[in-house]
Structures are given as C-alpha cells and as structure tokens.
C-alpha cells in the first residue's frame, strides 16, 4: 500500500472488486491499511479444480499462441529480406506490422480500445526499431546499430512496465526478463543471417519460437486470472 492507496481504489485500477481483494486477504481489516502493508490483489485464481480448461480459455490459448508465433515468424522473414535484398521486403514488412493490429483486437475485449491500442503502439515501435538495427547493422554503420539498440530495449523496458500496470498478475520484472530475452535472442538471429550462418540461424529460430511460446502462456495466465468470470466452463 501507498500514501492515499485504498481497497476501492485499487479494486477501480486492477478491474475488480474490493470482496475479492478481501477474499484473498483474509483477516485484513479495510479500515486499518497501513503504508507498506502488502494486498495481493490477483483476483479469481485459487489454482484450478481438476485438470481441465473451459473452451473460452483454450480459444484465447489458441489465438494469443498464434499470434506470437506470428510475431516471430514474420519478424524473421523481415530479417531475411532485409538482409538478402528481397524483391518482397516491403511486403513482409508490412505483414509484419498488421501484427501489432491484431493483438489490440485480441486486448481490446478485455481491456477497452484505449489501452489495448498504446500496447499496439509500444509493439509497433519494437518492430520499426528493430528494422532500424538489422538495417544499421547491414550497413555496417555501427553508432546507428548502437542508438537502435538502446531505444530497443527502453521500448522492451516501456512494454514490461505498461503490462505490470494494468493487470496485477503480470510482473513487469518477469516480463521485462522475458522481452530482454527475446530481443537478444532475435538480435542473435539477425547476426547469423548477416555472417552468413545459416545452421545457426535455423538453431536460433527454434529457441525463439519456444520462448515466445512462453511469452504467449504467460500473457494468457495473466488476463484468465484477472478476468476468471470469462473463462468459466459452458
């Protein structure tokens, strides 16, 4: 808890309820809150009964999987074209960039137009800057390389602490850990294109793909915890 911090305005901010909050803090009593005091405030998730997932939470599984499988394949074949001077850059480029469209459709259920759209924003500055290195570093032009990577990783740092912000079962450090990983990941791939590594390359696209796999789980835990009334069993 901070100054100024009560159960109402916490439940307003994390979209729950103040009951929930004191469902899972038992014994805390709202009229003695102290500055400092920890309140978890995930609300919903006491663990699951039996092993099985409703339909709801598996189409969102489905859908949010893909559309990280698509963010990694697709930047990929950008770091390809860019690198061996595709005729279709400009076209895998842009099929590129409807990714960061489609997840502010997905968010835009469950987190409203506004917020779902500065996260497609956050996304969409990733990708630009990202083009910005892979054609810095093409060139050989190693201060530009450098500024594209710095500016990388504060928009990573930006999109970890946007997530952390508006659903309290998302850590921004754990996302911030996970993004750092993908782009050195990512950064490593583009190298291999450019050296000429093709195997390497190959090898390197299989452990981005499973890390993004686990950026998926990660983001669709998050919003079953924070919105358990959408995922019940029909």
Same mark, same amino acid.
Do not use: H, K, T
């Given at each position: 808890m901070q100054s100024f911090d009560t159960l109402r305005g916490l439940a307003i901010r994390y979209r729950t309820t103040v009951a929930a909050i004191l469902e899972l803090? /038992? $014994?805390t009593d709202p009229r003695r809150l102290q500055v400092g005091q920890t309140i978890s405030i995930c609300? $919903?998730?006491r663990g699951r009964r039996g #092993? $099985?997932?409703s339909r709801r939470e598996l189409e969102l599984s489905n859908h949010i999987r893909l559309l990280w499988e698509e963010h990694v394949f697709w930047t990929r074949l950008t770091i390809i074209s860019m690198v061996h001077g595709l005729p279709d *850059? #400009? /076209? *895998?480029t842009d099929r590129l960039l409807k990714n960061p469209v489609d997840f502010e459709e997905a968010l835009g259920p469950f987190y409203g137009p506004g917020i779902a759209r500065t996260f497609a924003e956050l996304l969409a500055d990733h990708l630009t800057i990202a083009a910005e290195l892979v054609d810095a570093a093409i060139k050989g032009d190693a201060a530009r390389a450098a500024d594209a990577e710095r500016r990388w990783y504060e928009n990573a740092d930006d999109i970890a602490r946007f997530l952390g912000s508006i659903n309290p079962c998302?850590?921004?450090a754990e996302w911030r850990t996970m993004l750092h990983e993908h782009l050195a990941l990512t950064k490593s791939e583009a190298v291999s294109q450019i050296t000429g590594d093709f195997q390497e390359s190959i090898r /390197?696209?299989?452990e981005i793909e499973e890390q993004? /796999?686990?950026m998926a789980d990660l983001m669709v835990r998050g919003i079953v915890r924070q919105f358990p009334g959408r995922f019940l069993s029909i």
């Open positions: 803090n /038992l $014994g609300p $919903g998730y #092993s $099985g997932i *850059v #400009s /076209l *895998v998302w850590s921004e /390197l696209f299989d993004a /796999l686990e």
